[in-house]
Nanobody
Framework: QVQLVESGGGLVQAGGSLRLSCAAS????????MGWYRQAPGKERELVSD???????NYADSVKGRFTISRGNAKNTVYLQMNSLKSEDTAVYYC??????????????WGQGTQVTVSS
């Protein structure tokens, strides 16, 4: 069993900052990549940012220059530093991990989500 737990969401004013954290646990053999997705009301879930085991990063155009993704020392933790937040960043943010367990091949696993609300 694999579990991803997010933390750090909350309510901030436009222009403020938040730092999201996600920790993966369970019978994990190897993690290929971790990332963050978000889903706003009436919209499809979209990729915000991800990072591979080799350190390569990707960002949605809407967050480039404002958000930064990083991996923890244990490499089972991923962070998303969000600066200069805008009201359009309001969404439920989901942690994602592409990993394999000792018992099965690579699959995508998801956290339960954490709410980020930006007021203006």
């Amino acid at each position: 069993q694999v579990q991803l737990v997010e933390s750090g969401g909350g309510l901030v004013q436009a222009g403020g900052s938040l730092r999201l954290s996600c920790a993966a646990s369970g019978s994990i053999f190897s993690i290929n990549a971790m990332g963050w997705y978000r889903q706003a009301p009436g919209k499809e879930r979209e990729l915000v940012s991800d990072i591979t085991s080799g350190g390569s990063t990707n960002y949605a155009d809407s967050v480039k220059g404002r958000f930064t993704i990083s991996r923890g020392n244990a490499k089972n933790t991923v962070y998303l530093q969000m600066n200069s937040l805008k009201s359009e960043d309001t969404a439920v943010y989901y942690c994602n991990a592409h990993l394999r367990t000792y018992y099965s091949g690579y699959k995508d696993y998801w956290g339960q989500g954490t709410q980020v609300t930006v007021s203006s």
